[in-house]
């Protein structure tokens, strides 16, 4: 995390909402990958179950990127042009990163 917290401009209820159901879930999800290694499980089902995480990771990530062009890019907009470069410059890194 930055040295320096930051707080999104606005977060939509239901999408948070949506996204700590879906982490609460993954967490589940990981525990249960992690008695599948402990267990000697076949490792085809393992990976079934770490594409289903990795499904919901992606899942959550899509809401976060929708709630930040929404919220935290509009508001850098209105504030100029300044300001909106450097949040269009932080939203293509952000592409960039979770492409890989």
């Given at each position: 995390m930055a040295s320096k917290e930051r707080?999104?401009?606005a977060v939509e209820p239901g999408a948070k909402a949506r996204n700590q159901k879906r982490l609460r879930r993954?967490?589940?999800q990981v525990r249960g990958i992690q008695k599948m290694v402990e267990d000697d499980r076949y490792c085809a089902d393992?990976?079934?179950q770490i594409s289903a995480v990795q499904a919901a990771l992606q899942s959550v990530s899509r809401e976060l990127v929708r709630?930040?062009?929404r919220?935290?890019?509009a508001h850098?907009?209105?504030k100029g042009p300044q300001e909106a470069n450097h949040v269009?410059?932080?939203v293509?890194?952000?592409i960039y990163k979770h492409q890989r």
């Open positions: 707080k999104a401009i993954v967490e589940g393992i990976l079934v709630n930040h062009l919220h935290c890019a850098a907009v209105q269009f410059d932080e293509v890194d952000l």
